[in-house]
């Protein structure tokens, strides 16, 4: 049996000066228990009792080169030697914009900050500022960060939700303002005749479409086909700038983010995560004429906006993503397809119903008899996710850490030899949860 004494220990005494122990809610629902690390490096991540995992959590996803990357660590560490905050410009900052402008199809100009949830607010500020309308139409189960006006609807209670064809805006959290609802509209995703419906309705009451352009906060959805394209001639038909929330997909599923794989451009877009590889770091990038209101009369702050270390990271992770033509990419999709593959091929065998879905650098593993999942309500209503638990905690006994909620991501650090192993603890842990 797997000794987690030293984690539990940690966890009694964090919860008496941290709420649940924690300084992020999502790390609270962890189960069996949120655990705590002393070391991480390449694709493995080792616990405060010296149990080593191969790791498909990778930070929630920064973490697209593996923990450690040592040319990352090396230009931070050189870059920070000089100072760290200047309050003023340095031109890594240029160099990583121009990176930035010449990878991504929206990128016309671009603004630094340190996370998601912050930029996508200067996102919506922006589409507010272009338009003058205040609606901002979003989709169930996706998320877009912790702020009052972006906590909605994104894990619903069904019961809560009101009918799929008219959703209820449902909030996330006790203490949000109820006004945020009034400038919010909700559909479920990947339905284009429903947002059709909405547009001639209330088409240009609307500032901005905000989506993930593969939903990656209910398992792996892809968009299904057409449906980008519908949003973005909606969007042009009736003056609405079209936001795409990168956050997770931005270089996980390419160099030129989900809009160079899907071949459709926003106006907007969001980039954080895989692009600091495992530093704090997020940009806002889209259409210059757009951006330079920020050099007028859109304002977007912050202190650490910026500031070297960060910058350093990017610059150091954007060049190794670029390094060899995308053999980062390659790598990663042979090895998640055969991961893929064999998670299938494993749960067939043992007659489970078990989908997997997505791209090699993010799928999404489920308990459910469906063949596709498609929108929220799919997820929330058909998949055994009790099942999924007792299944998650297995795979952690015999050495393999994902996360609850069903997503794996790959890095270019994970080896052939460790996706081996990690079949043969998904053999096991399915045996496990068979009944
Ligand atoms: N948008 C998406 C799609 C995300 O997945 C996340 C975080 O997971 C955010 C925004 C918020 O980013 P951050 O946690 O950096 O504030």
Known sequence: MIDWSRSQQLLERARRVLPAGVASNVRAAERPFPLFF????????????????IDYVLGQGPLLLGHSHPAVLAAVEQAMRRGQLFAGQHELEI?????LVRL??????????????????????LA??????????????????????????????PEQAGPRECPRLVPGSAGQTPGVQ????????????????????????????????????????????????????????????????????GFRLGLSGAQGRFGVTPDLAVFAKAMGGGFAVAALVGRRDYMERFARDVNHSGTFNGNVVSMAAAAAALAELERDNGAVYRHIEALGTMLMDGIRALAHRRDL???????????????????????????????DKERY???????LQRGVRVLDRGIWYLSAAHTQEQIEQTLDAVDAALAEVQT
Not at 39 to 47: C, P, V
Not at 95 to 99: D, F, I, N, S, Y
Not at 104 to 125: D, K
Not at 389 to 395: I, P, Q
């Open 353 to 383: 119903p078990v989908l997997v879905q997505g791209f090699p650098a993010a799928f999404h593993v489920a308990f459910t008899e469906l063949s596709a999942i498609r929108e929220y309500r799919d997820y929330a209503l058909h998949c």
């Open 182 to 249: 009034e400038d919010a509209l909700v559909l479920p995703w990947n339905d284009l005749t429903l947002a059709e419906r909405l547009f001639a309705e209330r088409g240009r009451e609307i500032a901005a479409v905000l989506t993930e352009p593969m939903m990656c906060n209910t398992g792996a959805i892809p968009p299904t086909p057409g449906f980008l394209e519908g949003l973005r001639r909606l969007c042009d038909q009736y003056g609405v700038l079209l936001i795409m929330d990168e956050v997770i997909t």
């Open 104 to 125: 991504i199809p929206c990128a016309g100009m671009c603004r630094f900050g340190m996370s998601g949830s912050e930029l996508v607010q200067a996102a919506m500020r």
């Open 128 to 157: 507010r500022a272009v338009t003058g309308r205040r609606r901002i139409l979003r989709f169930e189960g996706h998320y877009h960060g912790w702020f009052d006006n972006v906590l909605l609807s994104v894990a619903p209670p």
């Open 95 to 99: 160099e990583v914009a121009e990176t």
């Open 389 to 395: 638990g007792r299944f998650k905690v297995a795979l």
């Open 38 to 53: 002393t070391q991480a490096e390449g694709a493995i991540l080792t616990d405060v009792d010296g149990n080593p995992y």
